[in-house]
């Protein structure tokens, strides 16, 4: 946790807090271990759980940068805390989804469960106010939030983080149903992925059992099973080597 008065908090968000960097390219984000559902309606803490996420958001954001994918990522300063570049955040929610569920089939008559070949990409305008609807591409450059080429380049780094990701759950026998990313821009315009990769964000499915093992299960009420889930993520993804890189017992 970061103490407030010595750091300027630029943004509290649901999840995370995000304060000015030493640097002014540079940002320090929080990740907390508040928790909510339902557009902000449902709040609760759950222990450990910016711990989790700081850390399975870093392995990520490492595995994609080696992948060829520019993330925020500068380092993990220490769990719960990533030292990150500033970026000017664009506000579209990029969605991937291997398997229908959630949303989806109760917009449209797709089957549960159903795999998409090849992914579907979905964008959604970030405004809590507007309850997060869905995107095209002449709303999205008439709202003036992105041009062509940056819708374009959006979906060709989603289909690319889909891939590096769905390789990376697949060897630890976790199927990855979908996820949300976020992206900004750098001061030279430069598309670069930031925000968050975690168990808040992806829906992640236990490949021999279909068990969950994310914020779904907040979302159903099973609030005693969340941090078991987010943990099994950590042991699978988190080699000796990352442990011992991030002074983790
Ligand atoms: N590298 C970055 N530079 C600047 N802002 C960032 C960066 N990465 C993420 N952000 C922004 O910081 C905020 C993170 O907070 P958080 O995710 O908790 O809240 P939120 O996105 O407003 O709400 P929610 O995710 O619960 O809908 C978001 O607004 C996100 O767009
Ligand atoms: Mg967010």
Redesign the pocket.
Known sequence: MIEMDSKKLL?E????S?FQGENADE?I?DFRDDM?AGDGARKESMGKKGYFNSIICAKIFETLEEAGVET?LIELTEPCVMK????D?IPIEVIVRNIATGSIIRKFPFEDKSPFNPPLIQMDFKA?EFHDPMLNDAIAIALGIASQEDLDKLRELALKVNEVMSKMFKEIGIILVDFKI?F?KDSQGNIIL??EISPDSCRLWDAETLDMLDKELFRQGKDDEVIDAYEEVFNRLLTEEDKAKWNIK
């Open positions: 943004y968000g649901k999840a995370k995000v940002v984000i909510t925020q990150a570049r500033k970026l955040m809590d976020e900004g930031g925000d």
